[in-house]
């Protein structure tokens, strides 16, 4: 990290996974998050719940957002029940993770989810709220959910390569200035794709641990053909102006 100055320019890891998993049989622990930070020079990371059937109780999101109000490096994330429960306002989340509502994670979403009444209460509540939402379903699911929202700030993952063709999403939200993306376990080379066409204001930095290894997924943007200033943008810049951090 020489030349980056660790305190000249903060880094923020957007999308990293916290606490047990329950279908992988894992735990991904406050150290090993921290540990992985340290190496990367990293200064705070958003953590959100594994998305899981037992999370239809909020046990995890309480559990997670303790833990964060403990471990001041970690932005907490709300993860956003079956029962299409809105972020919670006053408690201390600065975002939601919306991840295949009652469909098959990674792999088909529920349209059915896009017919429920309680879905226009949700994104009422959400724009009211108004913080951003890490939001995985396929391509068409995400653009008719995009398109009865007005100003709802969406991140979309993995720059959309686990709904679809990430170019396809480029192309569909190409114009909504509130449709973000994030760079967690994609290419450098489509990454590039997404700054030459949507500038690098509306990408976060994300590392998807466990799935990605922090160091990695950061040298990926710090190695990318642009400007220091362009890429402070996706290093932090951005994920503070959307969740209002200073
Ligand atoms: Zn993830």
Do not use: C
């Amino acid at each position: 990290m020489v030349g980056w100055g660790g305190d000249r320019m903060e880094i923020i890891d957007s999308h990293t996974h916290w606490g047990p998993s329950v279908t992988m049989g894992i735990e991904v622990t406050t150290e090993e998050i921290l540990s992985q930070a340290e190496q990367s020079g990293v200064n705070r990371i958003v953590i959100f719940p594994f998305p899981s059937m037992a999370l239809a109780d909020e046990e995890v999101n309480r559990k997670l957002l303790e833990e964060a109000e403990r471990v001041k490096k970690f932005i907490p994330y709300y993860y956003i029940p079956e029962t299409m429960k809105p972020i919670p306002d006053g408690k201390g989340f600065s975002g939601g993770k919306w991840h295949w509502m009652r469909g098959v994670q990674d792999s088909s979403s529920n349209y059915k989810a896009l017919e429920d009444p309680k879905l226009v209460e949700f994104i009422e509540a959400s724009e009211k709220i108004d913080l951003p939402i890490v939001f995985e379903e396929e391509l068409a699911f995400t653009e008719t959910f995009v398109k009865k929202t007005n100003h709802l700030k969406i991140i979309i993952p993995h720059l959309g390569m686990l709904g679809g063709n990430p170019i396809d999403f480029l192309h569909a939200f190409r114009e909504r200035e509130n449709v973000f993306f994030d760079t967690a376990l994609s290419s450098s080379g489509m990454i590039m794709k997404f700054i030459e066409k949507i500038g690098t204001q509306r990408i976060l930095f994300g590392s998807d641990i466990p799935f990605g290894m922090m160091k990695w997924e950061l040298e990926k943007v710090l190695s990318l053909p642009i400007g220091d200033d362009e890429k402070e943008w996706i290093l932090s810049k951005n994920l503070k102006r959307l969740i209002g951090l200073t």
